[in-house]
């Protein structure tokens, strides 16, 4: 299955998890977009912080991908992975149709990292490689206290990678998939499109027999709304999406 027909069919089974999941639960709140670093929990030194947001600007000039650092106070009773794809989605973080945004999370209170990956970017940002870097970059110095020498080891490790010339990204991230056994097999892809083909013939029949079709159809709406980055600020999101992809770690 191609890498874009992989991408719109787990968009699809996403939503669709995501009608049937009851009760609904209140979006939680974030953080303003202030920049390509947003240390709401206040553990980056103003020099370090002002390091890492030229080179970040740096990358996106070279690549058009935007990477950006935030540090949470609090993840307010959710897990990492859901806070983590609900805030790169309002803050739009990405280039839109594109969705190559990255966004490296830290909340030290509830000692959890994330790397949240953009649609777009998961070929050369595989979880498995994002498990990686998260493992031997981040979590030893993190471990150790120095939350701010994490935080630059892992903007380095995800610099780096989403610099290299595509061929040689796409090597490395299969080369880290096929050592450490996370490649996906091919009974994944048939399981999402069985779900999808599903999906979408009880959406017709539906429609055909005058029943309500709306449960069925609402979620592609849902991912397919404008999204809004950051106010008025300088920097904001290019409308980018994410969908649950990239690795979490826990210290």
């Known amino acids: 299955m191609s890498m874009l027909a992989a991408r719109w069919f787990g968009s699809l089974a996403f939503g669709f998890a995501l009608a049937i999941s009851l009760p609904a639960e209140a979006a939680p709140t974030f953080p303003a977009l202030t920049g390509r670093v947003v240390d709401q929990a206040d553990v980056i030194p103003a020099q370090v912080e002002n390091e890492l947001s030229a080179r970040l600007e740096g990358l996106e000039a070279s690549t058009s991908r935007q990477l950006v650092i935030v540090t949470i106070a609090s993840l307010q009773g959710y897990e990492i992975e859901d806070y983590g794809y609900q805030l790169g989605r309002a803050w739009g973080i990405g280039e839109a149709r594109k969705d190559t945004g990255i966004l490296f999370i830290v909340a030290p209170n509830e000692r959890r990292v994330r790397i949240e990956v953009?649609?777009?970017?998961?070929?050369?940002?595989?979880?498995?490689?994002?498990?990686?870097?998260?493992?031997?970059?981040?979590?030893?110095?993190?471990?150790?206290?120095?939350?701010?020498?994490?935080?630059?080891?892992?903007?380095?490790?995800?610099?780096?990678?989403?610099?290299?010339?595509?061929?040689?990204?796409?090597?490395?991230?299969?080369?880290?998939?096929?050592?450490?056994?996370?490649?996906?097999?091919?009974?994944?892809?048939?399981?999402?499109?069985?779900?999808?083909?599903?999906?979408?013939?009880?959406?017709?029949?539906?429609?055909?027999?005058?029943?309500?079709?709306?449960?069925?159809?609402?979620?592609?709406?849902?991912?397919?709304?404008?999204?809004?980055?950051?106010?008025?600020?300088?920097?904001?999101?290019?409308?980018?999406?994410?969908g649950g992809g990239g690795a979490s770690g826990r210290w």
């Open 118 to 242: 953009g649609y777009g970017l998961q070929p050369v940002l595989t979880d498995a490689l994002s498990n990686a870097i998260l493992r031997e970059e981040v979590l030893p110095s993190l471990r150790d206290g120095e939350t701010a020498a994490g935080i630059v080891a892992g903007a380095d490790a995800l610099i780096e990678q989403l610099s290299l010339p595509a061929d040689e990204a796409l090597a490395r991230a299969r080369a880290v998939e096929t050592a450490s056994g996370e490649a996906k097999p091919d009974s994944l892809s048939l399981f999402i499109i069985g779900l999808v083909a599903v999906w979408i013939v009880l959406g017709l029949i539906g429609a055909i027999t005058g029943r309500r079709t709306d449960i069925w159809f609402w979620p592609l709406f849902f991912l397919m709304r404008g999204r809004r980055g950051g106010e008025k600020d300088p920097f904001r999101g290019r409308g980018g999406s994410f």
